[in-house]
């Protein structure tokens, strides 16, 4: 789209004219049906269009609720409004192939990409209908390419990990282009384009396989998924109910160490580091959601979407189901100070306080602090409080200075 400006167009050009190619780069939005009018109209006649391939996609994940008509435009623009455009004003030619490049996120589904999923089908189906009308036509759904350039560059690690632990490892450049040869001599309408990871699914558990393949792939693994929630609480519950208090965190924070491996595509949940926030491990808000799903599952628990911003660490989050399932004496002792000391911590964070509340935060963690080193209170009674409230501006900065200073020496 930025024809001889793109970067490699040049070197390509000259690689196609030494091998005896006249070759034109044009930049052109596709998605502008009067653009792409001029540009055909360019084509000389004395060589007659006779291919299309339309590869052009953007990305903008997030989950269904997050899409907003602009977030749907920007991603249906390029793909659906452009091969239209081409096969309303191509239909009347002679061509030998129509190739938009599609994607398994129609035909699998694919987390976070609702918006995108439907672009790629409607290529699958444009391509049916120009073979009703007589018209050439295949749509290639690729799975995704090993290439540091185009829209697989724009996935983080965690997105990547995530489709190699379904089996779909990333094409090998070579591998795609030797498809695309195949492809080009298909009489389908439609194919799947794909690279498969031999054994890679055998024994995974049917809920971390991509929908179309769970009935082809025989699962030797027993998960959570075939326990109705009431059932799952009960037996965790059980469990837990047997063991000491230190104990029960340790199994528990097991627990959700293995379902967070699984939601990152780690293969060991010894990946997952107990005391580090799920933010800083790769969870976005995609990932938060699959997690939460997987751990309301195997807990039987009805749990919020927000679970892993409120339990921002593996430790905290397994204090609050160990809480949650245990039974009163757990419910009772709740979770650690430590464990909300880390709460804190993130929404301290997270926020930007005035002076006025910084003050405020200095005098309530300076008497804490006293508490816990057992020291005697500087000031009898409430006298501290009224103070602070009674004191001028300069006063309350003096006092920040002094109790910032004091948390330091901690």
Not at 43 to 48: C, E, G, L
Not at 130 to 155: E, I, K, Q, V, Y
Not at 287 to 307: D, I, K, M, S
Request: proline share 5%; charged share 20%; net charge negative.
């Amino acid at each position: 789209r930025r024809g001889a400006d793109a970067p490699g167009a040049a070197e390509l050009a000259a690689e196609l004219r030494e091998l005896g190619a006249e070759v034109t780069v044009a930049a052109c939005d596709t998605a502008d049906r009067e653009a792409t009018a001029a540009l055909l109209d360019g084509v000389p006649a004395a060589h007659p269009l006779t291919a299309v391939v339309h590869t052009a996609g953007i990305l903008d994940d997030g989950v269904i609720a997050s899409l907003t008509p602009e977030r749907l435009a920007s991603v249906l623009r390029p793909k659906v409004d452009a091969a239209w455009h081409l096969h309303e004003l191509t239909r009347d030619l002679d061509l030998a192939a129509f190739l938009p490049f599609s994607s398994v996120a129609g035909v699998m589904g694919s987390p976070g990409q609702g918006n995108y999923a439907a672009a790629n089908s409607f290529l699958d189906a444009l391509t049916r209908h120009r073979r009703h009308l007589g018209l050439a036509g295949t749509s290639l759904a690729w799975g995704p390419w090993a290439h540091d350039g185009g829209m697989t560059s724009t996935l983080s690690d965690t997105d990547m990990r995530r489709m190699q632990s379904g089996g779909l490892p990333p094409l090998a450049v070579d591998q795609g282009l030797e498809l695309f040869d195949i492809a080009r001599g298909s009489d389908e309408s439609f194919l799947v384009l794909v690279g498969l990871a031999a054994g890679a699914m055998r024994g995974a558990a049917p809920e971390d396989l991509p929908p179309l393949f769970r009935s082809m792939v025989r699962s030797g693994r027993r998960t959570a998924a075939s326990t109705d929630a009431a059932g799952a609480s009960a037996a965790l519950g059980a469990k837990l109910a047997g063991l000491g208090a230190a104990e029960r965190v340790r199994y528990v924070t097991d627990l959700v160490r293995e379902q967070a491996a699984r939601v990152l595509g780690h293969a060991s949940p010894k990946s997952v580091d107990v005391s580090q926030e799920f933010r800083e491990l790769g969870v976005d808000s995609l990932t938060a959601l699959e997690l939460r799903n997987h751990l309301a599952t195997a807990t039987g628990l009805r749990l919020p979407a927000t679970l892993v911003f409120d339990y921002p660490t593996p430790t905290a989050l397994a204090e609050h189901f160990v809480a949650e399932l245990a039974g009163d004496d757990a419910v009772q002792q709740g979770p650690s100070l430590l464990a909300e000391l880390d709460r804190f911590e993130t929404l301290l964070s997270a926020g930007d306080p005035d002076e006025i509340t910084r003050a405020g935060l200095a005098l309530r963690l300076g008497q804490m602090l006293d508490q816990v080193r057992g020291n005697a209170p500087e000031q009898a009674g409430s006298s501290l409080d009224d103070d602070f409230e009674s004191a001028s501006t300069d006063e309350v900065f003096a006092f920040i200075d002094n109790e910032l200073g004091r948390l330091g020496d901690l």
